[in-house]
Nanobody, 123 residues
Framework: QVPLIESGGGLVQAGGSLRLSCIAS????????MGWFRQARGKEREFVAAISYGGGIIKYADSVKGRFTISRVNAQITVYLQMNSLKPEDTALYYC????????????????WGQGTQVTVSS
């Protein structure tokens, strides 16, 4: 069973918005940090954002600060990524990840992953 399930990806024009959702298949996963990573074609996977269980610690990659917002609703075991002012360079496969610890921007720190949702931004 895939531990995390992403949705909300799609095709959008530059300047547009999308909201990604990630739901944990096991409630225990929602008690840790949840984060988003992305991987563009031909590039390595990179950190996007992460949020602690209580929401008190949030991290963003510099490339998305001021444009993306991560949030979570623990009762729904769901984390969201609101993406505004999208750029063609945001095009990537976006992955949800979870770990039992504080937010990290290092993907090997996350043992639980979804299968990804594609975001394509046209110019």
């Amino acid at each position: 069973q895939v531990p995390l399930i992403e949705s909300g990806g799609g095709l959008v024009q530059a300047g547009g918005s999308l909201r990604l959702s990630c739901i944990a298949s096991e409630r225990t996963l929602s008690r840790g940090t949840m984060g988003w990573f992305r991987q563009a074609r031909g590039k390595e996977r990179e950190f996007v954002a992460a949020i602690s269980y209580g929401g008190g610690i949030i991290k963003y990659a510099d490339s998305v600060k001021g444009r993306f917002t991560i949030s979570r609703v623990n009762a729904q075991i769901t984390v969201y990524l609101q993406m505004n002012s999208l750029k063609p360079e945001d095009t990537a496969l976006y992955y949800c990840a979870a770990r039992f610890g504080t937010p990290s921007d290092y993907d090997p720190d996350y043992p639980y992953w979804g299968q990804g949702t594609q975001v394509t931004v046209s110019s």
